[in-house]
């Protein structure tokens, strides 16, 4: 099983350039969820989707921010317009159960810096 | 609002030290607490604990939850250096709730 896959490893884009992470999750998961770790606020939660839908986006910083889930085995995460404070490293979950409070499987993250 | 502590929020030790890592929390509907362990990468799954009192062992490492007093604890016996990582805890409601980790440098 490869994991969960997120594109691209690394970005550097400039401030006010929309930016577009993706994620691939393991398959037969039915929830993904997409965080957001720094050095000051640690892993917060973004948004949740399962079976494709967004349940929960109250993580989601500002409208700059959205989330899509076309299908089972893809999601993208877009910021639009960047900022400065918007640097940080993204990773992706997946999860085949309750995935709530069970154990998720964590991508290796993009990590994202705004100039 | 629902909080997840960790403590210490660093900890340096020689290679064979004993350590023992904290996490309490202040949440609404308690379904699980996890601990990950974070090298330089993605989080990877250590533990998880839904019933008080009861230890989940793996190797050298160990983990106990208490719900009446709202915390767990995580040992890891005769460190290595491979054992430097970012552990992190966190609260299952309806989400995960993550602590800030306890960043953890074992030194030959």
Redesign the interface.
Known sequence: DAGVIQSPRHEVTEMGQEVTLRCKPISGHDYLFWYRQTMMRGLELLIYFNNNVPIDDSGMPEDRFSAKMPNASFSTLKIQPSEPRDSAVYFCASSPLAGTYNEQFFGPGTRLTVL | EDKVVQSPLSLVVHEGDTVTLNCSYEVTNF??L?WYKQEK?????LF?LTSSGIEKKSGRLSSILDKKELFSILNITATQTGDSAIY?C?V??????????TRLQVFP
């Open positions: 379904r699980s996890l990468k993605a989080p990877t799954f998880m992190l966190a299952g409601t309806d989400k995960l709730i993550f602590g800030t980790g």
